[in-house]
């Protein structure tokens, strides 16, 4: 049972915000609510570098009692380095070790879990981390499919107490990402005609080689519903020389993060770094329900770095995912949003309107309205509407703004598990940027205009780009039934 004196601290310090009153960041505060006995007991399945750079905030917030990798060395011997695990009486209890993530959730005393393996993973291990009554953290991009988009939001709805964030915690960017929501959204900027989206380009790998599967990997596991073929990797790369990535991996593979390279297990930069600022676009555009998404997606400019036909490699021992790309999301009222590898802006998202334009990206938002001091126009309950009345404070911790971001989107899951609310990235409203991402990927793959039907949430009158709705899930690895 939840604590009624730590109910009622965030409730006050919510209530205070909204007010115009100042209170602590809200990390602050929910770091505070979360040190007693009463923490949450978390699994964190997919401990690869992602993983493990969200344990690091998770650590202060909930006590992690059991970690699950698939690959032994690269992810649970560099997790238990990193002094992780339930804390009492000042010293720190390791957590529980296991590599099928399907014991992880049969266990009943644990209350939530993070997900961050590999992006094909993700849908199958959430909706079944929900039925099995536990609140969900899962990062992006939240799906592979379009199918798996509207399965997820299927299972958010029908198990509805299980809180789930996505996690793309650029909407708790209050300075950058949401200031330009709020002048996007209050026609600061005019009739919206025009928006870019530069998320860049994949990288491109030599021919890799086939080479022996690690003792420490179970190959099979990690390709789970995506086809089996042969593990191919070359030497291993020097360590990164922070703390959370510091495992060796190839530096080419099929495997640890260059996963994202491959259509069979992600879509490159579309849903990597697309699933950040497409979010933010239809964020700030007001335009997250069905209906208010594009009529067509044109990929005719797009550049792969092996051959396709009929939107499928030809080649399979090399990365396949797009270098250099223009994608035009077409829009019935006439703007047009696109997502590109490169722009005169940089990385980040220009909105052009018939009164201006901002560009906007992490740690940096500009344009004339800025300019002019625009920020003296929004209150506390401005930023609160954006975050569904909970608040986002200004980096009041001393953390860099990347850095006080990721922490604040766990906050604010965390505070829904306790007192209830939607989470500022909650998984209806992402599901329309994870449209777009999927979209984005078909279009440029079949190298055309797509039609799309945003209401009914399917393309239509192109057989073979529909054909891409779904993939195949080998035998044992099915998608759940809700």
Not at 54 to 78: H, N, P, Q, R
Not at 183 to 191: A, C, E, M, N
Not at 306 to 317: E, Q, S, W
Not at 339 to 355: H, P
Request: net charge neutral; hydrophobic share 35%.
């Amino acid at each position: 049972m939840v604590n009624p004196n730590r109910r009622h601290f965030l409730k006050t310090a919510a209530l205070a915000a909204g007010a115009g009153v100042w209170v602590p960041s809200f990390y602050s505060s929910v770091r505070a609510a979360e040190s007693t006995r009463e923490r949450l007991r978390m699994a964190c399945i997919g401990v690869g570098s992602m993983g493990r750079l969200d344990m690091k905030y998770f650590d202060e917030l909930v006590d992690i009692v059991a970690i699950c990798d698939v690959d032994t060395d690269y992810g649970i011997t560099s997790v238990l380095k990193c002094d992780f695990g339930r804390k009492k009486e000042g010293k720190t209890i390791p957590p529980d070790i296991y590599t099928d993530y399907r014991k992880v959730l049969e266990r009943k005393d644990i209350d939530c879990v993070m997900i961050a393996t590999p992006d094909h993973w993700h849908t199958k291990i959430a909706i079944e981390a929900m039925q099995a009554g536990k609140h969900v953290f899962c990062e992006k991009p939240l799906t592979l499919t379009l199918e798996e988009d509207l399965l997820f939001r299927k299972a958010a709805e029908t198990y509805k107490d299980c809180v789930v964030q996505v996690g793309t915690m650029q909407r708790c960017f209050r300075n950058e990402f949401q200031l330009a929501a709020l002048i996007v959204r209050g026609g600061y900027l005019g009739k919206i005609e025009r928006v870019t989206v530069d998320i860049g380009g994949c990288p491109t790998s030599p021919v890799i080689p086939r080479a022996a599967i690690p003792a420490s990997l179970d190959w099979n596991m990690w390709l789970g519903q995506a086809p089996m073929v042969d593990y191919i990797a070359t030497a291993n790369a020097p360590a990164a020389n922070w703390e959370y990535h510091t495992s060796a991996r190839p530096e080419f593979s099929r495997g640890h993060f260059q996963f994202r390279w491959w259509y069979e297990y992600s879509g490159g930069k579309f849903t990597d770094w697309g699933a950040h600022h497409i979010d933010i676009a239809l964020w700030a555009l007001n335009r997250q329900t069905p209906g208010t998404g594009p009529v067509s997606i044109d990929g005719t400019d797009a550049k792969h770095p092996v051959p396709f036909r009929d939107g499928y490699p030809l080649v399979d021992n090399q990365f396949n995912t797009p270098t250099d790309f223009n994608i035009y999301h077409k829009f019935s009222d006439g703007m047009v949003m696109n997502v590109c590898s490169r722009s005169r802006d940089g990385n980040g998202i220009l909105f052009e309107g018939t009164k201006g334009r901002i560009h906007v990206s992490r740690g940096r938002l500009k344009g004339k309205v800025i300019e002019e001091g625009i920020r003296e126009q929004f209150q506390e309950a401005d930023y609160l509407a954006l975050s569904n009345g909970i608040p986002c404070h200004e980096n009041q911790a001393g953390r860099s703004g990347q850095d006080f971001a990721y922490m604040e989107s766990k906050c604010n899951w965390i505070h829904c598990i306790r007192n209830g609310g939607k989470p500022i990235c909650d998984v209806a409203s992402h599901v329309q940027a994870a449209h777009l991402c999927h979209l984005s990927g078909i279009a440029a793959r079949l190298g055309r205009e797509i039609p799309w039907d945003s209401l009914q949430e399917k393309i239509v009158g192109d057989d073979q780009a529909a054909s891409f709705f779904s993939r195949p899930q080998r035998k044992g690895f099915e998608l759940p039934t809700v």
